[in-house]
């Protein structure tokens, strides 16, 4: 592993809390033990915060609620649908709660109830692969075909591994075919760095988002400030979303 890609893995909050606290172990060493306790309490409150449902309910309601999912007969009418690559807290429904297979949100779905209603006539798919020969869009390709979206309808971006990349490549094959307006399908809480790449881009992009994952259940079954090991693990796909809204203005990308 590069160093690069370390510090990449620290946005996980378990990865950063175990490297805070052996460096405050190692000052300890030193006889920094002021310091280096100040920093090993910064780790266990980091892990602490994002282990609670209630820092999820916050930061990540804020950013799927910037974009309202509607049903695919009151979403407007497009040139184009345009699908990202990717999934949220590994499709879960509600990420509170166990993965159901029966219920997972996956973005390819609400592509293919937008197209069967009527909301536009083509589908561009758009990610490369991230591991082998098979690019994510011709993964969904597959998906959206056994949803009855015939393949004249569908077009294909096999190149992106990043959002920046869905962005600007996408808007090569929209440019290429004279495909104006278009309804931009992703997770909710991805919608708001995408929606900012593709303006960057030029694109006239409508959001679509799939529907909501970060839902206080409704059974009761959850303690809002006790820590759960889901919230913790899923945690990741809202730092990751802020600091790539971060680094995208620092860059200019949005």
Known sequence: MTFSSYLTNLIIPYNLCVTLVIIGLVLG??????????IIAAGLLWALFWSLPATS?????????????LAPSDSPTADAIVVLGGNTANGRANWF????????????????QLFLAGRAPK??????ALEGDVSEARGM????????????ALILENSSRTTYENAALTEDQLKSRGIG????????LHMPRA???FSKQGVEAIAAPAPPQIVEPKDGSLSLWLPDQRTFDASRSIIKEYAGLFVYWLRGWV
């Open 29 to 38: 060493l030193f006889r920094l033990r002021k310091t280096g306790g100040a």
């Open 97 to 112: 709660l166990p993965y159901d297979k029966d219920t997972a949100i996956v973005r390819i779905d609400t592509a293919a």
């Open 181 to 188: 307006k278009v309804l931009l399908v992703t997770s909710a």
């Open 123 to 128: 589908v561009l798919l758009s990610g490369g």
């Open 57 to 69: 309910l916050w930061l990540g309601g804020a950013l799927e609620s910037r974009y309202p999912h």
């Open 195 to 197: 929606m900012a790449a």
């Open 141 to 152: 390709a597959h998906a959206i075909r056994q949803q009855g979206v015939p393949e004249s």
